[in-house]
């Protein structure tokens, strides 16, 4: 499904090499990454030339990671996709797309309760700059998933292994150690 203006004609291509390029953006926190994210990273790169995925920073916002170890994060993860960077952005997606001419955003979509928030998002990023909105409905197995449910669980202990990749694991592990250290001491 993709949410934009109606009745307008959008190029979300730019040339390369007399090529017409097709170029989308994945906005997002990340805070951690999840198998979720990954899947529709990877789902985006398949319909798309060009992928960039967006770590949105937010300097008033307390993450449990700093946006240089998300975006670090993604860049390994995101090694396998050829066709997929990762960079980050503060202030509105928009102004971060126009500067890339890039003129599609994918979401991916959980349940009927994302696409209310995510409708309402598209049509005002569409209204900001022509900017197509693409929801990429989440694979049945990640339909629950959250990064802020993986912080839950994994603060209280629970098994998030399967939810995350290895290295993220590890890192939210060790992250939620020192915390728990810190707040004991």
Same mark, same amino acid.
């Given at each position: 499904?993709?949410?934009? $203006? +109606?009745?307008? !004609?959008?190029? *979300?291509?730019?040339? $390369?090499?007399? +090529?017409? %390029? +097709?170029?989308? %953006?994945c906005p997002g926190s990340f805070d951690p990454v999840t198998n979720g994210h990954i899947d529709i990273v990877s789902r985006a790169s398949f319909l798309f030339d060009e992928v960039v995925v967006a770590v949105g920073v *937010?300097?008033?916002?307390? +993450?449990? /990671? &700093?946006?240089?170890?998300?975006? =670090?994060?993604? $860049? $390994? @993860?995101?090694?396998d996709f050829p066709n997929v960077t990762v960079d980050g952005f &503060?202030?509105?997606l928009t102004t971060f797309c126009q500067e890339r001419d890039?003129?599609?955003? @994918?979401?991916?979509?959980r349940a009927v309760s =994302? /696409? =209310?928030?995510?409708?309402?998002?598209?049509?005002?990023?569409?209204?900001?700059?022509?900017i197509e909105? @693409? /929801?990429?409905?989440?694979s049945p197995?990640?339909? /629950?998933? !959250? &990064?802020?449910l993986v912080k839950e669980v994994a603060t209280f202990g629970g098994d998030v292994s399967g939810l995350v990749p290895g290295f993220v694991h590890e890192l939210l592990e060790d992250r939620l150690a020192v915390r728990r250290s810190e707040e004991g001491s």
């Open positions: 499904m993709v949410a934009g $203006r +109606r009745g307008t !004609a959008t190029s *979300n291509t730019h040339e $390369r090499n007399g +090529r017409s %390029v +097709r170029r989308a %953006v *937010n300097k008033s916002k307390s +993450r449990l /990671f &700093s946006a240089e170890e998300r975006i =670090d994060m993604l $860049r $390994r @993860v995101c090694a &503060s202030g509105l890039i003129h599609a955003i @994918v979401k991916g979509l =994302d /696409f =209310d928030y995510e409708l309402q998002m598209a049509q005002m990023n569409s209204s900001l700059a022509e909105t @693409v /929801f990429v409905p989440t197995e990640y339909s /629950f998933l !959250a &990064s802020s």
